[in-house]
């Protein structure tokens, strides 16, 4: 027998878009409307179903998300991934935050994440590599040295449990991710505040979060979203 919450999804597929009076209407009055709407939430939560406006609900739409992801991206991650096979990384190019944000800043930084153990190591073999690179740098590094409009390398520690994704076979952060290391991040210094705010809520109108998977990482970096 089919579950209620697949249920619920071919019922959103076959319209353009509903309410939960209208779902609890197709089922006869056999489920309370307060379980209904408990249901409804925890699904928009989860990224099965979306909310159009307060009470009206549809199917979930494609997250269209994707990071920018250029060549210097790929050989840098191809790098490190033949040097140290066993290493979780993920990478992404600046650029990939310009699509949220109100007052644009060029950033044409790679972003390299590993795990915390291999920060050192995998900062020396970019540095033997001669990639200007920086390794998990601050507010003041950023300020003083780091030229993001240029092509420069910035490795980080990667989160443990960090929501990743695979794009053209390469790992890269996932959405969720991103919205919180930029206001987690030191290097970030410079999107952090009203531009933060703003660029989240860009996210949420643009893009179909995964909320619980939003907050869940947001409670390992000690952020409140």
């Known amino acids: 027998m089919i579950n209620r919450t697949d249920h619920i999804i071919r019922f959103a597929e076959a319209?353009?878009?509903?309410?939960?009076?209208?779902?609890?209407?197709s089922l006869g009055g056999d489920v309370s409307l307060?379980?209904?709407?408990?249901?409804l939430n925890r699904m928009v939560r989860q990224g099965?179903?979306?909310?159009?406006?307060?009470?009206?609900?549809?199917k979930a739409t494609q997250n269209s998300w994707h990071v920018v992801f250029g060549e210097q991206e790929k050989a840098v991650y191809d790098l490190i991934h033949?040097?140290?096979?066993?290493?979780?990384?993920?990478?992404?190019?600046?650029?990939?935050?310009a699509p949220l944000q109100h007052h644009l800043a060029f950033n044409q930084a790679t972003y390299i994440e590993v795990e915390r153990?291999?920060?050192e190591t995998v900062f020396h073999c970019l540095q033997d590599a001669g990639y200007e690179v920086f390794r998990t740098?601050?507010?003041?590094?950023?300020?003083?040295?780091?030229?993001?409009?240029?092509?420069i390398v910035i490795v980080k520690p990667l989160v443990t449990q960090?929501?990743?994704?695979?794009?053209?076979g390469y790992y890269v952060p996932m959405l969720e991710k991103l919205l919180v290391d930029?206001?987690?991040?030191?290097?970030?210094?410079?999107?952090q505040g009203i531009e933060t705010a703003y660029m989240t809520e860009t996210a949420r109108e643009l893009y179909m979060l995964n909320e619980e998977k939003l907050q869940r990482y947001a409670k390992r970096r000690n952020i409140k979203i």
């Not at 096979?85 to 935050?97: D, K, Q, R, S, V």
Request: charged content about 25%.
């Open 15 to 25: 319209v353009e878009s509903f309410t939960a009076e209208q779902y609890a209407l």
């Open 34 to 39: 307060h379980s209904i709407v408990n249901i």
């Open 48 to 58: 099965k179903i979306q909310r159009l406006q307060r009470g009206v609900y549809s």
């Open 82 to 97: 033949t040097q140290f096979p066993l290493i979780i990384l993920c990478a992404y190019n600046g650029e990939t935050f």
């Open 117 to 119: 153990d291999s920060v």
């Open 137 to 151: 740098p601050n507010e003041q590094m950023m300020y003083d040295y780091a030229d993001i409009k240029k092509k």
């Open 162 to 168: 960090a929501p990743l994704m695979k794009q053209n």
């Open 182 to 191: 930029i206001r987690a991040d030191k290097d970030f210094y410079y999107m």
